[in-house]
């Protein structure tokens, strides 16, 4: 024990395994339970009695008792240079990105303004209760260099990479083959392994990037095959068809990053909604995970993500859950369940709620294959956790009267009602994040 020592009471939200495969088994919850954080690890939890023998002197005690206690959402797809293009109007993707996420993207090559972005960016991510992220940065490695630092700052686990594109993307924001390469093998180097950060190599998305980029990007994942890919993928059919004419050699989208080595168990892939059949096989059988993005998929008109096919299909694909703000436009995980329960419903499927904290934590927890660290509570886990409040607001604490005692209409009421006012706190390894956060945002000059 270092004295940092930290025992959080409250209900204790339990995922052994994925409920829509292992039922009601998969999750249990302590009443009347305690989590000891000590030197950002969890070094205890179970009922609140057992945890206070374990616990020692002088520790320090934060007590929401009634509150669920969960680990930190993991958000796998999300670009923090959007932070000021969020909610901009009235544009399908390739419009949308000319129009305002490359006018704002050409700014972060100052790090100045890059270190204010990736404060806000951080801040927000915390007081939504997102612990975890895998984040696409600018073209500009000083874009990457200001989240990583402010990253490390704060003792998060985050994943981030530096854009590549270098074609149909304004001059200045376009690198070449050999510049993306050599710039993203020198961020690896800098920051892979740093605290408690990885790298993703990204290429943003086939239209931005010529054959021998994408080649030259397969290489850095050949030699980096700890390192993440990060990419998209059928988001919009007029991109769909964009692709096919930029690479006439291809009869599908994601065979051109099967080609050049850029499919695998470390490969996110955001959006997978107009897939063919034979894309669905390669991403199944190559292990890649598709990022559902709901909230994102409806603002820009995309449309509807299909999980039972995918989850259906013999191997299964992986999926997971982002935000992908700024097309996306909420950065709460909560939120960002509620639309995914639209979407499907829109496709006749069902998500109950145990299903979508599952996948909120765990689940993408699992999609990055970082489970044994992140996702859960359990002793020697890293003490990402969040305290939710399911009476946040008075139109929850109205509908949690109705409720008595259900864990799965709670749950329910918090995906649908919930946002950041249902996060109480926000611990990043053992420390309280969101209340810090907010602290920051209030004393800062506005701006941005
Ligand atoms: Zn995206």
């Known amino acids: 024990m270092n004295g940092a020592a930290r025992v959080i009471r409250g209900r204790l939200l339990l995922f052994e395994d994925e409920p829509r495969l292992a039922g009601a088994k998969a999750v249990r919850l302590i009443e009347n339970g305690a989590v000891l954080v000590d030197d950002g690890l969890i070094a205890a939890l179970g009922e609140a009695p057992d945890v206070a023998r374990e616990t020692p002197i002088g520790a320090k005690t934060d007590d929401y008792s ?18 000021r293009v969020i909610a901009s109007y009235g544009a399908q993707l390739l419009e949308w990105l000319q129009k305002y996420t ?18 806000f960016f951080l801040d927000e991510l915390f007081r939504h209760g997102t612990t975890t992220a895998m984040v696409y940065c600018t073209v500009h490695p000083e874009s990457v260099d200001a989240f990583f630092a402010e990253s490390e700052r704060r003792d998060a686990r985050m994943i981030a990479g530096k854009v590549m594109m270098d074609r149909n993307a304004p001059e200045a924001l ?20 740093k605290g408690r950060l990885d790298y993703a190599i990204s290429p943003r998305f086939a239209p931005t990037s010529s054959d021998a980029q994408l080649e030259a990007s397969g290489a850095l994942a050949r030699e980096h095959p700890e390192a993440y890919v990060q990419t998209h993928l059928s988001e919009n059919l ?23 080595g850029l499919l695998g168990p470390r490969t996110v892939l955001g959006h997978c909604i107009h897939l063919e059949e034979s894309e669905v096989g390669l991403l199944a059988e190559s292990g890649s995970v598709a990022a559902f993005c709901p909230t994102s998929n409806l603002f820009l008109g995309s449309g509807l993500f299909d999980m039972r096919r995918l989850q ?10 982002a935000t992908d703000v700024g097309g996306g436009t909420s950065y709460s995980m909560l939120q960002t369940a509620n639309e995914a329960y639209k979407v499907l419903q829109m496709n006749g499927q069902s998500w109950p709620a145990a ?16 489970d044994d660290r992140i996702g859960s509570l359990r002793v020697g ?33 918090l995906m649908m009602l919930g946002d950041d006012r249902a996060i109480a706190e926000t611990y990043v390894a053992g420390r309280p994040a969101k209340s810090a956060a907010m602290k920051a945002q209030r004393g800062a000059d506005g701006d941005p």
């Open 102 to 119: 490359f006018v704002e993207e050409q700014k972060l090559r100052d790090p100045a303004h890059a270190g204010v972005v990736a404060r």
């Open 381 to 413: 886990g890293e003490a990402d956790l969040i305290v939710l409040d399911s009476s946040a607001t008075p139109a929850m604490a109205h509908r949690m009267e109705a409720v008595k005692g259900d864990l799965a209409e709670e749950l329910f009421i």
């Open 312 to 321: 259906a299909h013999a191997p299964p694909v992986r999926v997971s859950l």
């Open 66 to 83: 009634g509150k669920l206690i969960l680990p930190g959402f993991i958000d796998t797809h999300i670009h923090y240079p959007q932070t």
């Open 238 to 260: 007029a991109e769909i068809a964009f692709v096919k004419e930029l690479f006439p050699w291809t009869k599908t989208y994601a065979q051109v990053y099967a080609r050049y």
């Open 174 to 193: 376009r690198d070449t083959p050999e510049l993306g390469y050599d710039e993203t093998k020198a961020l690896i180097q800098r920051w892979r392994g």
């Open 355 to 370: 299903q979508a904290f599952y996948q909120m934590t765990l689940g993408n927890a699992r999609a990055l294959g970082l």
